[in-house]
């Protein structure tokens, strides 16, 4: 049984290994937005994909260990870690839940994180689509489609340059 748990606090602990790696990349994409590296920040979204990735099979690979234990313990397999710590043995019982608590408190971080760098790269893009309208006015208004979502429109077709003859 003790096996059980060991494989328990393993899974929580890659999981909390896949969170602290995943803020890493957003601490990177912030820096790269405000630093304006363009490059570096479309790299850097690709790999936050594949962290996204990790986290979700990681966070899988948790449940399913999860599972098992509340069946070892008699516990309806659906059941909470707060279920489970009643049931499991004092030395297991503070570290899975210190555990979870760390988990918890760095998804938390991760995602304030995300928000953050949605803002930011969403303010990037209005300062960028302002300059746009700037440098090739249209005189048009924003439209919204059916969603609710604002409508892009093409940029005019219009010489930069035109020669006076």
């Known amino acids: 049984m003790n096996e ?5 606090v393993a899974a929580l602990r890659e999981e909390l ?3 602290g790696e995943m803020l890493f990349l957003l601490d990177q994409e912030q820096e ?3 630093a304006r590296g363009t490059q570096d920040l479309l790299d850097t979204v690709g790999f936050i994909n594949r962290q996204s990735e990790m ?10 260990q999860q599972r098992r234990v509340a069946g070892l313990l008699s516990l309806d397999s ?18 899975i839940t210190e555990l979870v608590n760390e988990n918890n408190e760095l998804l938390q971080r991760v ?4 928000r953050q760098n949605h803002v930011l790269l969403t303010r990037s893009l209005e300062l960028m689509q302002k300059l746009i309208g700037t440098l090739f006015p249209t005189g ?6 059916g969603k609710g979502k604002v409508l892009r429109e093409a940029l005019p077709q219009r010489v930069l340059y035109e020669g006076v003859g």
């Open 140 to 145: 048009r208004s924003t439209t919204y489609g």
């Open 4 to 8: 059980e748990y060991d494989l328990l």
């Open 55 to 64: 986290i979700r099979e990681a966070r899988h690979l948790r449940g399913e």
């Open 17 to 19: 290994a896949q969170y």
């Open 78 to 95: 659906e059941a909470t870690f707060e279920d489970l710590r009643t049931a499991l043995p004092e030395n297991y019982r503070i570290l």
């Open 32 to 34: 790269q937005v405000v």
């Open 111 to 114: 995602q304030s994180r995300a």
